[in-house]
């Protein structure tokens, strides 16, 4: 992959993924890179970034969160998107929907819950295992994940504000696990 930043500020962009790449298909040009291996890359510049995922690159697998725009809008800077895994059962989290519009958001973690530390209240929820669910109301994601409760484990996809600033709801966060190797992407400017 080839990553950027435009005028060298905010996160490394990816401006390439050549042919080659095992990611191909997974990461895409425009995806905002904001961590890797759970490190906060957002500050770096696109070449320190390309040399931290470079001097990784014997590491069985490396972990490279980004941002993606949705509906081909900007993804925002001031959130980032989290993979959180809940076990099996009740996971002890309640959701609501500012003013019925938007996506989920956590209202309230039990003490009893197994997500207590991972999971934070305002955390947007924005998929269950990879299913889009910016457009549902809170109830019938809170039934969504009930529906799943019996499956060894659901993969929750939340945005969480960074910076105490407000989470947007055109960027989706997705955690994209990289082999050992050359990963043949490019960080660069997009423009």
């Known amino acids: 992959i080839v990553l950027g930043s435009p005028d060298n500020t905010g996160p490394a ?13 997974e990461i895409r040009v425009h995806d905002k890179v904001v ?29 490279i969160t980004v941002l993606r725009a ?9 959130a980032v998107g989290l993979d959180i895994i809940a076990p099996a059962g009740k996971i002890g989290i309640v959701l609501g929907s500012p003013d019925n519009t938007g996506p989920a958001c956590v209202v309230n973690v039990k ?7 991972e999971i934070r209240v305002h955390d947007k929820v924005v998929a269950v ?32 504000a960074v910076d105490n600033r407000e ?7 997705l955690d994209i696990i990289a082999p050992a190797g050359k990963i043949g992407i490019v960080l660069g400017s997009p423009d």
């Open 70 to 78: 949705v509906d081909n809008r900007e993804a925002s800077d001031d």
């Open 13 to 25: 962009c990816v401006v390439n993924v050549k042919d080659d790449s095992p990611l191909m298909g």
């Open 167 to 173: 989470a947007s709801d055109d960027a989706v966060g």
């Open 111 to 117: 003490d009893d819950s197994p997500l207590m530390g």
């Open 35 to 63: 961590a890797v291996d759970d490190v906060d890359v957002r500050e770096m510049k696109a070449t320190e970034v390309s040399e931290l995922l470079a001097s990784r690159h014997k590491n069985p697998s490396r972990k």
């Open 129 to 160: 295992d990879d299913v889009d669910v910016r457009e549902m109301k809170a109830t019938e994601v809170s039934e969504l994940l009930a529906s799943r409760h019996k499956n060894p484990s659901r993969k929750i996809t939340v945005l969480r």
